[in-house]
């Protein structure tokens, strides 16, 4: 099991985007890891979609998905709309954005996303340490609700544990690596002062799961990981940042080859139910599409 510690040094591996993390608006982001292919969010949706769709079946037709490390709104914008990860590039890459303010990026932004087709019946909280990203993405309507907090170091608000209890999905992409089960620990007893929610997180390879799991597991969570499959997150930033990484890999007993060693990140599936839900259906045949 690896202490947040062995995190921090994990992630000495990975080139630093803190940079993009908590502008105004998403141009930056979008504009950055549009060059590194960042697709993570994209490979997520159908998988995300799915998950929803079970919940509606089993529960109620209005989902309430948490989105930790939410950024901008990413897959709150992927899971409301009828949009992919190269829409979302066009969009905030468009020419008419080039010399405009944050504040017309806002107002465009709110009438687009406002006369987009929307499903209705999902509500999406984020979470985030990216104060103006989530102003932004709360501005323009992507997320119902928002939390500005660091949950590896301060506690949860107080004023959050009423929104969290009716949460039923928690997501994350991009995330796990940022956050350790410090996060999870904080946020377990909000979320499950009501049903308790799936949780579902792509995950780094490099990251590994186990202390995140075995906070879950104190709770009654059973985690699966998706086997057979990974996801590509993005392409290496640079010579240095693959040849750290790939390092870093082998340091762990993990074989980059066909996955990391052809030039981009890889994630893997991580859901997490409890366990009376888990024995019903195995994640391979929940996930059937
Ligand atoms: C790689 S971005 C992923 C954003 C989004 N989920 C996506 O896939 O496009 C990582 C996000 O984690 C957030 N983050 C980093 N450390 C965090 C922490 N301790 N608590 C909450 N969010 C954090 C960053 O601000 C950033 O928005």
Not at 17 to 23: E, L, P, R, V
Not at 243 to 248: A, C, E, F, M
Request: aromatic share 8%; with cysteine.
């Amino acid at each position: 099991m690896k202490a947040d510690g062995e995190f921090d040094e994990i992630n000495e591996a990975k080139a630093s985007m803190d940079h993009i993390y908590d502008q105004p608006d998403p141009r930056a982001y979008f504009s950055e890891l549009r060059k590194l292919h960042y697709n993570i969010p994209g490979a997520a949706k159908p998988i995300f979609e799915k998950l929803i769709s079970r919940l509606r079946r089993r529960r109620d037709e209005q989902v309430r998905v948490l989105d930790l490390g939410c950024s901008y709104g990413v897959n709150a914008a992927l899971l409301k709309h009828d949009l992919t990860m190269p829409d979302l590039y066009d969009h905030w890459g468009q020419q008419r954005f080039e010399h405009a303010s944050p504040d017309e990026v806002v107002e465009y932004d709110k009438r687009f996303f406002g006369n987009l087709a929307e499903d209705e019946d999902l509500e999406v909280i984020g979470l985030d340490q990216a104060e103006s990203a989530l102003e932004f993405a709360e501005d323009v309507g992507l997320l119902d609700e928002s939390l500005a907090v660091n949950l590896e170091t301060e506690p949860l608000p107080d004023s959050a544990k009423q929104d969290l209890a009716a949460v039923d999905l928690i997501v994350s992409t991009g995330c796990v690596g940022y956050v350790t089960e410090k996060t999870f620990e904080r946020l377990l007893p909000a979320v499950l002062s009501g049903s308790p929610p799936w949780l579902a997180n792509f995950v780094l390879r490099m990251f590994p799961f186990d202390a995140i799991e075995a906070a879950l597991a104190e709770r009654g969570y059973v985690t699966e990981k998706l086997e057979g499959r990974t996801f590509r997150q993005r392409r290496f930033a640079s010579g240095d940042e693959r040849q750290q990484v790939l390092d870093q890999l082998r340091d762990q007993g993990l074989d980059p080859a066909r996955k990391e060693a052809d030039g981009y990140l890889h994630a893997e599936f991580y859901l997490s139910r409890p366990k009376a839900e888990a024995a019903r259906m195995p994640i391979d045949q929940l996930l059937v599409v």
